[in-house]
């Protein structure tokens, strides 16, 4: 069974950094597309970052407009995980964090940080900014 675990959340002051781990298990997603999104109550579920193979030559790191130059998406394969660093939070970025995989190596640029591009999904983790 695939399985998505999310870490590192926590509440935090504004101006304060977290990072948040997804521990991938029952299959290898290092040549997969990966993403991270988030929900605030009330909110619908945004893309944040994500990787992606640009014609399979390379992956491209893609952020929403929110949080590019805040936060940063990186990977280490041979652990089948990805990470999302928070830095200079702000209260608007309180939700919940999940991360996403697809069952593909590749998907369209302009669905990177549209949930219907990803199949499997982590139970999510907690990120509270306050002011």
């Known amino acids: 069974q695939v399985q998505l675990v999310e870490s590192g959340g926590g509440s935090v002051q504004a101006g304060g950094s977290l990072r948040l781990s997804c521990a991938a298990s029952?299959?290898?997603?290092?040549?997969?597309?990966v993403a991270w999104f988030r929900r605030a109550p009330g909110n619908q579920r945004e893309g944040v970052a994500s990787?992606?193979?640009?014609?399979?030559?390379?992956?491209?790191?893609t952020y929403s407009n929110r949080v590019e130059g805040r936060f940063t998406i990186s990977r280490d394969n041979a652990k089948n995980t990805w990470y999302l660093q928070l830095s200079s939070l702000k209260p608007e970025d309180t939700a919940m964090y999940y991360c996403?995989?697809?069952?593909?190596?590749?998907?369209?640029?302009?669905?990177?940080?549209?949930?219907?591009?990803?199949?499997?999904w982590g139970q999510g983790t907690q990120v509270t900014v306050s002011s």
């Open positions: 990787f992606y193979c640009v014609g399979c030559t390379y992956e491209n790191p």
């Open positions: 029952g299959t290898s997603f290092g040549s997969n597309a």
């Open positions: 996403a995989a697809s069952s593909q190596s590749r998907l369209y640029s302009w669905l990177a940080l549209s949930d219907t591009s990803y199949d499997y």
